[in-house]
């Protein structure tokens, strides 16, 4: 810890159970579907990581701490570990600590009794008593004392920014999508493998939220039925990238065929089952071409 009084920690977020609960976490991860985890989406292995952490953290009484950039899904993990806590029927209350004046926090969060500072003119019930039995989420607590910092983190567990994890990309982007399609009547059905090496290429400073955002765009704006190139926004689609290099260099159609298979192998995470899907080709021509191109076929990163 820094000597400073306070401690900087960017946009994170707290989650203070308030109950002894035994989480139904591993049991709902039976049966659920093989990708998903609460609504989550991701099966890369810092995100697995992450839900070993709230399966562990979810049963105790312990602070959580949930760091992260923007939009990477603290809240969506403190409503996680809330639901499969036995606090599950129980409140979750959302403080936006942002709105509350720092002086105040403290006091606020855990009460005060009369007399205790100047203007303590009555005893008073702190957030974290009033979200009794149920799980209180402070929301944007930026900087906190370190004091404070010390009072509520107990386990941490930090998201990982998207760029970390490329290979969730495909699968996030197709959930959007599916979400779309399901809220919409006229909506595109797949996105070209180009636009998902786009995807999976970008930095996505915004994260899954910026993620999400493009892809709803992409669907409603769109005039295919395949999301293309230059559907995403400007920022994101590169497609003078794709004409540039593919003007620069006169490469065989082998070359082309080999290089393709790999981007599209790495797009899909290296699954196979995915990228067979995404090249429109059954999975044992993958087999046949990648053994013809001589393509490496497990992860090489
Ligand atoms: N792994 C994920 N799977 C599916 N949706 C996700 C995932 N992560 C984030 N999202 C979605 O992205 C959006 C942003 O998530 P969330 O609000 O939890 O982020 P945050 O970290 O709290 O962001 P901020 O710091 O800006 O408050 C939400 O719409 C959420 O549903
Ligand atoms: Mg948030």
Same mark, same amino acid.
């Given at each position: 810890m820094p000597e400073s009084p306070f401690t900087e920690i960017p946009r994170e977020s707290l989650t203070r159970p308030r109950r002894p609960s035994e989480g139904k976490f591993l049991e709902a991860i039976a049966q659920s579907e093989p990708d998903r985890t609460y609504g989550m989406i991701g099966t890369s292995k810092p995100m697995r990581d992450v839900y070993d952490m709230v399966a562990r953290v979810a049963p105790t009484t312990s602070t959580v701490l949930i760091q992260g950039e923007t939009g990477t899904g603290k809240e969506l993990i403190a409503r996680a570990i809330h639901s499969t806590s036995r606090r599950g029927e129980h409140p979750f209350v959302t403080v936006?600590?942002? &709105?509350?004046?720092e002086s105040l926090l403290e006091s606020e969060l855990f009460g005060h009794v009369k007399g205790?500072?100047?203007? &303590?003119?009555t005893d008073k019930r702190g957030l974290i008593e009033t979200a009794g039995g149920g799980t209180c989420f402070l929301d944007e607590i930026g900087e906190i004392s370190g004091d404070l910092f010390y009072r509520l983190s107990v386990v941490t567990i930090v998201l990982p920014p998207l760029r970390e994890r490329r290979e969730d990309i495909p699968l996030l982007a197709g959930h959007f999508l599916q979400a779309f399609r399901d809220a919409n009547e006229q909506a595109p059905s797949s996105i070209a493998p180009e636009t998902l090496a786009l995807l999976a290429g970008y930095d996505w400073p915004g994260n899954v939220r910026e993620l999400q955002h493009a892809i709803e765009r992409a669907a409603a704006l769109t005039t295919h039925t395949v999301l293309l190139p230059v559907d995403l926004p400007p920022n994101v689609g590169g497609a003078p990238r794709e004409a540039a290099s593919a003007a620069g260099s006169a490469l065989g159609l082998k070359d082309v065929v080999k290089d393709h298979i790999r981007r599209v192998l790495k797009v899909a995470g290296w699954n196979k089952k995915l990228a067979a899907e995404l090249l429109g080709i059954h999975r044992r021509t993958l087999y046949r071409l990648t053994k013809r191109h001589g393509i490496s076929l497990s992860r090489r990163d």
């Open positions: 936006d600590c942002s &709105a509350l004046a205790a500072f100047t203007g &303590a003119q």
